[in-house]
């Protein structure tokens, strides 16, 4: 048995939470409290009704979310909202959640899993979103083509979007999870020829034919199991907590 209090402290630490500004309906850090321990801790992308009755079914007292459960934002707790919020308290689950923290994160981000994954080298921070750096930037030491082969191995996803040379060197790509698509003006200012993200989008698609980026969607979903996966294996290390990921992927 661990102390909620020990975990969040350790989270907010590492993730550097109070620092990173971010959209107030993320409402990163603890946003759910149980009755002050855990022993079995979920972890998940998304907190939906689903996610959270097979964290309680399981037996978990702590779920850490990449997408919190206040993305409705203030709203009175009435249907389907009280419905959510009262399995949580019923169920004695602590919530913790780390948006734009676990993006950008160095080494637990899901950015960073994703470069590790790909192989990247000379990896640097990259990819401004609103004054904050979230995504990264490496060398790829192959061509594109099997720049697009590993992205859809390692995240377990079919890959779409625009390839206008597979046999050309990858060289030196930008990487940005989620719903990153639309920062590919700046890739073009900085000029990379691959861009790596999540969610596919119209208007960045046809961008990317119009300036001969290589452009590769993995999915929002496929793209940000990264970063909670790495936050299990940090508990495991520094609690030796036992942890279950809920996978509930989306097809976007």
Known sequence: M??????????????????????????????VEND????????????????IDEAVAAGADLL????????????????????KLCRCLAGNLAVYAAHLPLDLHPELGNNAGIARGLGLRDVQPEIDYHGTLIGLSGLFEGSVGELRERYAAITGSAVTGVVHDAEAPAGRVAVCSGGGGEEIYQVQA???????TGE?????????????????????????????????????????????????????
């Open 2 to 31: 661990t102390k909620l209090a020990d975990i969040v402290k350790l989270l907010d630490t590492r993730l550097r939470v109070a620092e990173i500004r971010d959209a107030p309906v993320a409402l990163n850090g603890l946003q």
């Open 190 to 196: 900085k000029g990379y020829r691959c861009y790596l």
């Open 64 to 83: 850490i979310l990449h997408h919190g459960i206040f993305w409705c934002g203030l709203r009175p707790l009435t249907g389907w909202w009280r419905r």
């Open 200 to 252: 596919e989008n119209h208007w960045v698609l046809n961008a990317a034919q119009d300036m001969g980026i290589n452009l590769l969607f993995a999915g929002h979903y496929a793209t940000e199991t990264f970063g909670v996966k790495a936050l299990g294996e940090l508990l495991e290390r520094e609690f030796g907590l036992p942890t279950m990921f809920i996978d509930r992927p989306t097809g976007m």
């Open 36 to 51: 002050g321990n855990v022993t079995l801790v979920a972890l998940a992308v998304d907190g939906s009704q689903a996610t």
